[in-house]
């Protein structure tokens, strides 16, 4: 008897796993409790064109110039960097970005603009780094923008990565972060999914990748950023 009813126990599991095989994988939800939901960015102006704040970032904030004078100049290269721009004409909303830039220690500059499902999407040159001369901005509705090379401490404070870290105690992000994928979120939101490599130094291998995913709502406002783990 015994044997006949965990026959059948048996038999009706593998029937279930089997139909759950065949069922289409459902939308990726906007909050999922197996992940580590990060901060929310701090940004900068509470709406683009704010008078307390700087200029929302939009396509008309790209500049591309000549900026090699400025590797030999005795100015401070951030300085001029924007003194170059002016000159050549930039627009008000270049100029401040590379003073949002400036603001956070950086010497860059918008140098391309394009949209995704609705999400701006900024291209970031940095012409004086040793290393990593570019990245991105993810840019909501309102021309406020998150960069995805600026992961939150707690990014890596997921038990997975955790245990990755254990292992490669010397590993650490190395931007840039890039693109992996797109998903779709309800209510007509988008999930759009960045990759990090993780090293140990610039010209050592990749040990993995950190995915962490971007969510815009329905009318592109910025709903928050997720690690997904280690890849």
């Known amino acids: 008897m015994r044997s006949t009813v965990l026959a059948c126990f048996l038999a009706a599991a593998l029937l279930g796993c089997q139909q759950a095989s065949l069922d289409p994988a459902p939308e990726t939800p906007v909050t999922d409790a197996a992940n580590a939901r990060l901060p929310l960015p701090d940004h900068e102006g509470a709406h683009a064109g704010d008078a307390t704040g700087p200029l929302g970032i939009g396509p008309d904030a790209v500049w591309n110039g000549p900026v090699d004078a400025c590797r030999q100049d005795a100015t401070a290269i951030d300085t001029c960097l924007l003194d170059a721009m002016r000159a050549s004409d930039a627009t008000p909303a270049a100029i401040a970005a590379s003073e949002r830039l400036r603001g956070r220690g950086e010497a860059g500059y918008v140098s391309a603009w394009d949209e995704r499902d609705g999400v701006?999407?900024?291209t970031i040159e940095y012409p004086f780094r040793a290393h990593t001369n570019h990245g991105t901005w993810l840019v909501d509705r309102d021309g406020r923008p998150t960069d995805v090379d600026s992961l939150a401490d707690s990014a890596l404070s997921v038990p997975s990565i955790e245990a990755f870290l254990s292992a490669h105690p010397d590993a650490h992000p190395f931007a840039?972060?890039?693109?992996?994928?797109?998903?779709?979120?309800?209510?007509g939101g988008v999930r759009l999914v960045y990759a990090t490599a993780m090293r140990s130094c610039h010209a050592c291998a990749v040990l993995g990748r950190l995915q962490v995913a971007y969510d815009f709502d329905g009318e592109r406002d910025f709903a928050g950023q997720q690690v997904l783990g280690l890849e």
């Open 120 to 122: 701006g999407i900024a």
């Open 176 to 187: 840039p972060a890039e693109f992996a994928e797109r998903r779709a979120l309800p209510d």
